[in-house]
């Protein structure tokens, strides 16, 4: 019925998911240097766990791009494409996964504010 179904969904998915959560990218955000995506929330939460100092590099192991000496932050992209093709793709996991994040950060406040 719906012909945006048909698309290779397996083929798609290695890029439209976050490496960090190992779900669908929610917020996506890429980094400057590789332009890997993450979730915003994802690479928000990575950078807090690395502590106060930086320099910030990229989650990847094979990778790791620096993101920015000290405001990694600043400098992370909003990728709105890669969002909406996610939200056309999926809409019921999308849901979920927006409904299981906010969850996640009402009881984890300080995930989200400490970078901001
Ligand atoms: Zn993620
Ligand atoms: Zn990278």
Known sequence: MDRILRLPTAQLYPHLRCELCEGFLIDA????EC???FCKACIVNYC?????KG?????????KA????TR????LKNDTDMQTLIY?????????????RRRFYEEHPQALTSFT
Not at 72 to 75: A, N
């Open 48 to 52: 807090y766990l690395q502590g106060p």
């Open 66 to 69: 620096e993101i920015h000496k």
């Open 88 to 100: 056309k793709l999926f809409p019921s996991v999308y849901k979920d996964e927006m409904a299981n």
């Open 35 to 37: 332009h890997h995506e």
């Open 29 to 32: 955000v890429a980094l400057p």
């Open 72 to 75: 990694p932050l600043s400098m």
């Open 55 to 63: 320099p910030f590099y990229c989650p990847i192991e094979a990778c």
